[in-house]
């Protein structure tokens, strides 16, 4: 097997987080990150971005349909800081977080 294909089959064998957003009715699912995603994060966040910006961009760009397809838009962004209940976005992205980084104690070593 090839050294790409062993990266993507790498890739694809990962586990998924499915968070459960009851009160939206729906499951969001989180697949790992890609460099592309990552790339998309720093691209959208504003060179000022607060932590509950940052969190609804890890909203946009993780948040995913069981099919992988993207739930929310960059469109999104301002009605979800703006109209979106902040208890619920801030769970979701702190569950994305936790999912894609570990606990910042486990990290540190702790």
Not at 48 to 55: C, G, H, P, T, Y
């Amino acid at each position: 097997m090839s050294i790409i294909n062993q990266a993507t089959k790498h890739y694809a064998d990962q586990n998924r987080l499915i968070i459960d957003v009851s009160e939206w009715k729906t499951e969001i699912h989180i697949f790992p990150m890609t460099m592309a995603e990552v790339n998309m994060i720093q691209t959208i966040a504003s060179k000022k971005a607060s932590n509950i910006e940052q969190a609804v961009n890890m909203v946009i760009v993780k948040a995913k349909d069981k099919d992988g397809n993207r739930l929310f838009s960059l469109s999104d962004k301002d009605n979800l800081l703006q109209n979106a209940d902040y208890k619920v976005v801030s769970r979701i992205a702190e569950k994305i977080e936790g999912h894609l980084f570990g606990d910042i104690e486990t990290i540190k070593g702790n």
